[in-house]
């Protein structure tokens, strides 16, 4: 998952450019709005393999991380994918 943040036209040749991207698949735009200022100045990009770890130990675990990104539900309530990144953000 990844927000993008920024000028309108950049964000939307950065967004194209991902969506092209031949190491991507499955993306998709859950949520796009225009905000006053940004929600994660000072957040860069990171990843955890969390196949061979107990994630329900990892601090600021929620239990709706078992469902897919895919899902019905986000796709239904946006909203849900911004309070997952707003979780870590303030867990990082």
Request: hydrophobic share 35%.
């Amino acid at each position: 998952m990844q927000a993008l943040e920024g000028e309108r036209r950049a964000v939307e040749r950065l967004y194209s450019t991902i969506e092209k991207d031949p190491r991507r698949r499955g993306v998709s735009e859950l949520l796009w709005e225009v905000i006053r200022e940004r929600r994660f100045p000072e957040w860069s990009m990171g990843f955890q393999n969390l196949r061979h770890i107990d994630i329900g130990r990892i601090p600021g675990y929620s239990p709706f991380m078992f469902e897919p990104l895919t899902s019905t539900s986000f796709r239904a309530n946006p909203s849900r994918a911004e309070k997952l990144l707003l979780l870590f953000r303030e867990k990082r």
